[in-house]
Nanobody, 124 residues
């Protein structure tokens, strides 16, 4: 497993941008698929985006497609989530997760390491 630490959350206005970072420990980070999930107030945790090892493929949930971009820098053991055109409904705690089997799916049960989360609040 890897240790994950998210950063970059905050309070922003609708229409603006924010970039989340997730720093991972461990020498095998480049072999992992990485994902971002979020949990809004009174809602279940939901998939946001995922990226496979080598950035071969990335995927997004429909509500963020075209607004959010997931990327990774294996030299820095870091995965990013660039969030543009933010909306109040994007308000949530955002979690970074690692999949040691490099599946890169939307299923949270496929991820075996999780960060502590970072709060994103979008005001209207």
């Amino acid at each position: 497993q890897v240790q994950l630490v998210e950063s970059g959350g905050g309070l922003v206005q609708a229409g603006t941008s924010l970039r989340l970072s997730c720093a991972a420990s461990g020498r095998t980070f480049s072999d992992y698929a990485m994902g971002w999930f979020r949990q809004g107030p009174g809602r279940e945790r939901e998939f946001v985006a995922a990226i496979k090892s080598g950035a071969i493929r990335s995927s997004y949930t429909g509500s963020v497609q075209g607004r959010f971009t997931i990327s990774r820098d294996d030299a820095k053991n870091t995965v990013y989530l660039q969030m543009n055109s933010l909306k109040p409904e994007d308000t949530a705690v955002y979690y970074c997760a690692a999949d040691s089997r490099n599946r890169g799916t939307s299923r949270f049960e496929n991820y075996d390491s999780w960060g502590q989360g970072t709060q994103v609040t979008v005001s209207s």
